[in-house]
């Protein structure tokens, strides 16, 4: 009985004390990737290859679910605005919510989902049937060769991403406020110009995208470098980072934005 | 998948970034800043009694149309008016008579500056000060009056 209470109270630390483990080998392979990054300046077109990876294949998710998202926020925004008979500020509402929030936010947890995923199991994959150990034999080092270009790319990637998600839900609200519901379109870009700021709503929500960029990349890469070398291992590696990503991105983005608006 | 393939890809991929970027700069966000037309601006000030919620960066307008902005606000302590700083577009100018008012777009909408040009023949420079201002309205202030009106006539 004894024995089981020590026990017990043993495991109810172990949570925390995993958790600070894990965020100091993160920061460990921050660090790391950090001082390798001039040497995969050297090989480009492994950057260009990550970046066709994690970019170009995630086009047409962002932009069809920016596109939803956007007429979402028309019909939402023109049904309650309605209501106080404001509907001229649609545009402005659409485009400060995806600005400030929706785009940054969701481009980050479908990036984690869509590419995130994706590298996560290819380096575990190479960990479970010892590509990397072969690597490390042959005297190439795999942080430089594998994770420095595939954190490059999804850094450069996801603020684009977000762009674009931002100008398909910008364009998905202006078809449902002015092409279905028959607002002015005049007014709906003219409201959106009077209270849209470049610097304090663009510039900040890209800025947040890029932050979102390396916790969802760097946590990716960390999941796949440190999975199990086995079947199950990469499977765990994989949900974990998909869980992990949305929560960090979710969580990050309250602190961002207390600290920006 | 070829090596060009995967260049070429790419480099649609960054250009649509690039042009979603350029969208949301210059056809999202207000870029008109006054201060930085083309043809440069000059700042004058009004004093007013009660300025309701003005804010910074709130139009400047002559008929309905937008001359400038509000650059600042400040208290005078000799006088405990409020001060409004704007910056009118050099294209404009304004005889030293010209009055300023405060008025609201809609019923609750945002307040703006209002300028009414006078008949004088000498203009407004750079740093002068407009004197004939009246206030902000203050909805309150009116339901007051309304209250004694009514309470004088019975």
Known sequence: MNEKIINFTRQLGHPFAEFILTLGSIIRLLIDIILNLPFALKNIFLIIKGIHFCGVKSIVIIAVSGWFVGMVLGLQGYNTLNRFGSISVLGSVVALTLLRELGPVLTAILFAARAGSGITAELGLMKATEQLDAMSVMAVNPIRRLIVPKFIAGIISVPLLTALFIVAGILGGYFVGVIILHLDSGTFWSQMRDSVNLHDDVYNGLFKSFIFGISVTLISVYQGFMAKPTAEGVSVATTKTVVVSALTVLALDYVLTALMF | ?154
């Open chain 2, 1 to 154: 998948m070829k090596r060009l393939t995967i260049d070429f890809t790419v480099g649609v991929f960054v250009l649509i970034g690039i042009i979603c970027v350029a969208f949301l700069s210059l056809k999202v966000a207000n870029t008109s800043n006054i201060s930085n037309a083309s043809n440069g601006s000059y700042s004058i000030s009004a004093a007013f009694t009660n300025i309701g919620s003005l804010k910074i960066t709130a139009p400047v307008k002559v008929s309905g149309f937008v001359v400038g902005r509000v650059t600042n606000i400040y208290l005078d302590p000799k006088t405990y008016q409020a001060v409004v700083v704007m910056d009118i577009n050099n294209a404009y100018k304004f005889t030293t008579d010209t009055s300023a008012q405060i008025l609201t777009v809609g019923l609750l909408g945002e307040q703006y500056v209002s300028l009414q040009s006078g008949a004088s023949d000498t203009y407004l420079k750079n740093k002068d000060k407009i004197t004939l201002t009246s206030s902000a309205l203050v909805i309150e202030d009116l339901i007051g009056k309304f209250m004694t009106n009514i309470n004088n006539k019975q």
